[in-house]
């Protein structure tokens, strides 16, 4: 028995005549009649009540029917699966941290998408320590953190450098005082930092921004993650720095302000395996400084092209 007898046999079963289902087959009727006879042979069965008109399915046939129904369905999914498979010439796993999704990442995920339809993109959100492991794991391919992590095995590209700007409860005295912000003001206030776990994370490159200027902020309050951190500053919990990219998570209880110091910064970094020259990371990070070009953003220069 052959994939054809069983379209064959639907065709006639669903049209309960031999003229209608050869014409949706597009095939002769007496070779259409030859082939179901061929079935019910090689079945050793009767699929239709002999001299039926309309054509009426045995008891046996109802129970083919059902069966040879569910494997057609199969074999049609089974060829778009492979057409789909065959298609995807190429994966590319990322991994994030998750203030980077205020940034220019979604639209660096969507513009990657739209000019590398066949590449089959995964997102993966996890801290700059974990992005590492992952790389030498080969779960991930490329890596956007904020951490600057030695490893030999590991290149680096600092893409850009973010100012930090301060997150302030909405209608907090400092936020109505003056146009910016300076650290030195902000000791006497709970600092709200992220994430807790893993460190080194951006909570220590917060707290080395104000031990780097001599100061101690009189409460430190770690949290998970930065959604939690603002969600505490809008409870009133206390301030916390962040990226300015945040800004643009618009919340009616948090009002953001600038930093004095323009050498409050966070690096955006780009990490990839040493070595790893696929064209899918040359096109994510040349698609990147386009972006910045367009949207008028300032980033690092460029690295030297490596041979
Ligand atoms: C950016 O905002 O500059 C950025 C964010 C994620 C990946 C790369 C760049």
Redesign the pocket.
């Known amino acids: 028995m052959e994939l054809r007898h069983l379209r064959y046999f639907v065709a006639v079963a669903e049209e309960r005549n031999f003229t209608r289902a050869a014409q949706r087959l597009h095939i002769a009727q007496p070779p259409l009649s030859r082939q179901i006879q061929q079935l019910e042979e090689s079945l050793g069965v009767q699929l239709f009540e002999r001299n039926s008109r309309p054509l009426k399915l045995t008891e046996t046939g109802k129970f083919f029917y059902s069966h040879a129904v569910q494997l057609l369905a199969q074999t049609s999914e089974l060829e778009s699966m492979t057409r789909r498979v065959g298609n995807i010439e190429r994966s590319m796993s990322v991994g ?1 941290v998750a203030s ?1 999704l205020y ?3 979604p639209k ?1 995920i969507r513009r990657f998408r739209d000019e590398n339809p066949t590449v089959e993109l995964s997102l993966h959100e996890m801290s700059t320590t974990d992005q590492i492991r992952a790389l030498k794991d080969g779960r991930i391919d490329v890596g ?1 953190g904020r951490i600057r992590l030695e490893d030999a095995n590991i290149r680096r590209v600092v ?2 450098e ?1 100012k930090m700007i301060v997150a302030f409860p909405l209608g907090h005295p400092l936020a109505l005082s003056k146009p910016v912000s300076a650290l030195r003001d902000l000791v006497n206030e709970t600092l709200i930092v992220y994430p807790k776990t893993p460190r080194p994370s951006y909570a220590d490159q917060v707290l080395a921004a104000f031990q780097d200027r001599g100061l101690k902020p009189r409460k430190v309050y770690e949290v998970r993650e930065i959604q939690i951190a603002l969600g505490l500053v809008a409870a009133g919990e206390g301030i916390s720095i962040v990226p300015s ?1 945040v800004h643009g998570l618009k919340r009616e209880d948090v009002s953001y302000k600038d930093l004095d110091d323009p050498t409050l910064v966070s690096p ?1 970094i ?1 990490s990839t395996r040493m070595l790893d020259e696929s064209r899918d990371i040359r096109e994510m990070l040349e698609l ?1 400084y386009r972006l ?1 070009e367009e949207e008028k ?1 300032q980033h690092t220069p460029r690295p030297e092209e490596e041979h």
Do not use: K, V
Request: proline residues 0%; charged residues 10%.
């Open positions: 994030f980077t940034g220019l990442l660096i956007f893409l850009r973010e990219s955006i780009m990147i910045y953003i």
